[in-house]
């Protein structure tokens, strides 16, 4: 099927500007772009249907490149005991924390875990999300990473948009490896894994890397097996402490190093030198209201690639709007809304391995966009979240939520 889209302007994001085309067309064909221009410029085309876009501001459809949507319970009690003084730790000593989750994720079935996502990631999906990774990390035992990873396929299969998994099994300890980290990796490396990709489950490798989880000698064991299984591999570095992950995740040439607060200009570097996208996390940086910036400067003095995401999680980014994101990486960590939408588009897809087909709008990628009622791009990120009037295409045809 071809399709004229016509009457809008379109903000491509081609090398990660918004290499913007006024008074512009797509022409669209079997789920790709065919062409793109300014309306002047547009050949007669024989197309089945013609959509006027009424002025809109066409954008690619956006990319939430970093979420643990699929979980049981959630943690607003706890947010309630830290506002009154209660400290994380201290929660933590409780059972609440990471372990609750786990607790509550093992306890639901499929489809209670399939239910609740489908909620969350129908509402990042008004926001124009179109393609989401989504982590495991709350099972921690082959059966319930499994769970989670299926439920992250399933939603592909039943809402329209694309799903990246990821296996985040060395997210935490286990209770039943509580002081036995250096097996629990084993059992991942030896178990979990090879059973995980077997299946066609895992898209991608993460850990978290941080003194109350991985260490980086750990993380290192599971990036080899990574390896050897022919997956890619991202990691949660820097979010805490300065551990180096993110240079580990560079010599490995992961596809992005998430948080990054306490990184370093040599991570930078390294980062800038393996072409690992910095992926930025501005809701859990307010949630926990940390003070300590990721370094803006040396990322974008190496030419580091930042994306930015929700992190949507229950116990550090309970966000369930990326525009929202968009607004607090500019606020809280300076970005430019073009730097912003970048990052949800572009350089998220980057992170994802999908910047060859996705994340900008260019002839023989994904017909995958946002139509926006919006005055200019950067409004994007100047409504602190809301629902803006869009009209939201995936591979070429127009969905409705
Ligand atoms: N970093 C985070 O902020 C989340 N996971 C991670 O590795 C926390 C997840 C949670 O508290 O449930
Ligand atoms: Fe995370």
């Given at each position: ?25 797509i ?7 065919e ?63 990471i372990?609750?989750t ?10 209670e ?15 124009g ?25 399933r ?9 990246r ?39 991608a ?15 290192e064991?599971l ?36 948080h ?19 992926v ?20 974008r ?9 929700s ?26 809304p073009?730097?912003?939408?970048a ?10 391995g999908l ?47």
């Open positions: 099927m071809t399709t004229l889209w016509q009457n809008c302007h379109v903000a491509t994001m081609a090398e990660g500007r918004y290499s913007a085309i006024e008074n512009a067309a022409v669209t064909r079997d789920g790709l772009i062409w793109l221009g300014p309306c002047a410029e547009l050949a007669t085309v024989e197309a089945e249907r013609t959509v006027d876009l009424g002025g809109a501001w066409v954008t690619p459809g956006l990319i939430d490149c970093h979420t643990h949507a699929v979980f049981g319970g959630n943690r607003s009690g706890e947010f309630e005991q830290r506002l009154q003084g209660v400290s994380y730790a201290e929660i933590a000593a409780q059972g609440g924390g372990a609750s786990v607790r509550a994720t093992r306890a639901a079935s499929e489809d875990l399939f239910a609740s996502a489908r909620q969350r990631v129908q509402a990042l999906m008004r926001d999300v179109t393609t989401i990774e989504i982590k495991s990390g709350y099972g921690l035992d082959l059966a319930n990473e499994r769970k989670m990873l299926r439920v992250a396929r939603l592909a299969d039943e809402l329209p948009l694309a799903v998994s990821t296996c985040l099994a060395a997210h935490a300890l286990p209770p039943e490896y509580a002081g036995r980290a250096d097996d629990y990796i084993a059992h991942i490396c030896d178990e979990m894994l090879p059973a995980l990709a077997a299946e066609g489950l895992v898209d490798v993460d850990a978290f890397c941080e003194h109350l989880a991985f260490s980086p000698a750990q993380v064991r990036f080899i097996k990574a390896q050897e299984l022919g997956l890619p591999v991202k990691l949660h570095a820097e979010q805490l402490s300065s551990l180096h992950g993110s240079s580990l995740a560079a010599r490995y040439q992961a596809l992005s190093a998430d990054l607060e306490f990184m370093t200009e040599e991570d930078a570097i390294a980062m800038a030198k393996a072409g690992t996208v910095a930025l996390l501005p809701g859990a940086f307010y949630f926990l209201r940390e003070t300590q910036l990721p370094p803006m400067d040396a990322l003095r190496h030419g580091v690639r930042i994306a930015l995401a992190d949507l999680n229950p116990g550090t980014s309970p966000g369930l709007s990326l525009r929202l994101m968009l607004n607090m990486g500019c606020t809280c960590f300076r970005m430019t073009e730097e912003a939408l990052g949800v588009t572009l350089h998220a897809a980057t992170a994802l910047g060859d087909s996705h994340g900008s709008l260019e002839v023989g990628k994904v017909a995958d966009f946002v139509a926006w009622q919006i005055e200019r791009p950067a409004d994007l990120a100047y409504w602190l979240g809301g629902d803006l009037p869009k009209r939201v295409v995936r591979m070429g045809l127009e969905i409705t939520h």
